[in-house]
């Protein structure tokens, strides 16, 4: 007794999947076998629509037994003639020898070509756009010619809105148990499979793609039931999306596919200093095959999904060195374009590689070579390795290149302080700071920003703390420090979290791990800022935590701009977060908060 699996009203999946088949049309490699997908309609009129592979038949025939129960087999439609679901016709008419077999001529043709033995006493040939009634549903038929052989048309069901689309939509690998795409993590799981069965079963007919596309568009459908593959109910437009890039031939992911060819390894070399160098250009997909061990239909893939591709191979009997020669044949049979290609070849007395990998692309429509090339005589020498940094670099310009800080100095790692003053002796005042350095052994340099209140007390009482704030100091920390003006508030005002030093100064008890009481000893005018060279004094560890940077504070610490904040524009200070709002900000403005000019603004909602 097998398992009734209803697809959509009256419609039950009747298909299986074969897991010991190595190779597809006896070509292509199968890790995880294929499906053979076959469906029956029960209505007044029952109707099945293709059959499977001969390695599954026995399952099959047992599976539409089941769903037909004691009823009789009215109809057959037969979309695609490929004997991975014509096969088992023979075995069906066996069982069912009163079956209607519903075709198109060019498929009648290949039914009499393929089973010329076979008893087919009813047969009703229909044209586009004809109507079979089953009593509830009304069955019509798209003719697609090409998708992927000429006799091909998908059958449409106007009462569920389900597309039976032949080979289209289908994807190599067994089905196992979920027969629908958005059971799976079809992105993940399949995706890949999906697009090697299309580029290299279909991937020839892009244009034939698009004319069924087209009709496609022109229909309602709700459901698509491939003959591989898992059935698509829920997010019909992401598959919909993948074929408009393959069949119009438009990468799918801006990426560079590296395919060498190498014999005993200097192409290899090679290939490896290229994919370095992609790297270090700032491109993200790259992905390096040698093409002697990966079978071509990933390859052809893999080119089918990238937007450039670089080849290095060597010469071998004067031509392309073997695998590589079928591979680029392989892109140009399945009518590969739009693509962005470097050549690099090998060659250790008659190169002939390049030129003869130069025509081929030629011969393609709409691949760009790159002009700069390279012979590599044997092995790569040092001198070259400049010129193939060259094609790197010319390729890599078709990628953007990450945004850069625009001032290395914030590549200057810092950490953060509480630096604290007094104001009289029950009095004081606190500040954020991010330079505090150790400048020789008993000595140590804070900067402080001339605006600041800080600024101003320590220059004029030669005393200060320094608390070392650590990874898990709160944001109001540095909103009591940093955010406000001690000439207007006072910082420690219901502030619980400090203790007086020996110097008579607060420093923090909480969220810092050390401080340090200083004693300044020269005073330099930095211009923005005064560098204050101190004594350490005293000083005492508080605990073992790690002291936070500036990088992390900005990180994990500060809270991320809010969303709405885009609506305004202006500038942003990247201390403290203060905006500024319109566009003409003053050249000599001054962040009112932390103190930082200009230079430490950035442009937010221009
Ligand atoms: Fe799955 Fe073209 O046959």
Sequence with gaps: MLTKRLITKDTYYVGGSDRRIALFENVYPLTNGVSYNSYVIMDKKTCLLDTVDESICNTFIKKVS??????????LVIDHMEPDHSATISNLLQKYPDVTIICNDKILAMLKNYFEDVAMPYVQVIKEGEVLDLGEHKLTFVFTPMVHWPEVMMTYDMTTKTLFSADAFGTFGALSGNLFAHEVDFD????????????????KYGPQVQAALKKASTIEIETICPLHGPIWRQDITYILDKYQH?????????????VYGSVYGHTAEAASIVCDDLALEGVRDIHCYDVSK?????????????????ILSTTYNAEIFTPMEEFVRDLKYHNLQNRTVAIVENGSWAPQAKKLLTEIFASMKNIKVLDKTLTIKSSLKEEQVNDLYGIVEEMAKDFPKEKLSTNPLFKINYGLYVLSTKIDDKHFNGCIINTVSQVCTDKVLVSVNKANYSSELFSKNKIANISILTKHTPFSIFQRFGYQSGKTVNKFKGFKDFRLAKNGLPYISRFSNSYLSLKCVEIIDLGS?????????????LSNEDSVTYAQYMDFIKPKPARDEKKVVGWRCKICGYIYEGKDIPKDF?????????????????
Excluded at 188 to 199: K, N, P, Q, S, T
Excluded at 249 to 257: F, H, I, Q, S, T
Excluded at 590 to 606: A, L, M, N, S, T
């Design 294 to 310: 990966t079978d071509k239909s990933y390859l052809v893939s893999e080119a089918f999904k990238y937007s450039h591709i670089f």
């Design 246 to 258: 393959w069949s119009t031939y438009d990468p799918e992911k801006k990426g560079v596919l590296v």
């Design 188 to 203: 993940h799981d399949a995706l890949d499979e999906a697009r090697r069965y299309y580029c290299n079963i279909v991937g």
């Design 590 to 606: 001054v962040c009112p908060i932390c103190k930082h000019g200009i230079q430490d603004f950035e442009k937010i909602g221009w």
């Design 66 to 75: 089941e769903v037909l129960g004691l009823r009789k087999l009215d109809y």
């Design 529 to 541: 800022h005064y560098g204050y060279i101190c004594e350490v004094v005293d000083s005492l560890q």
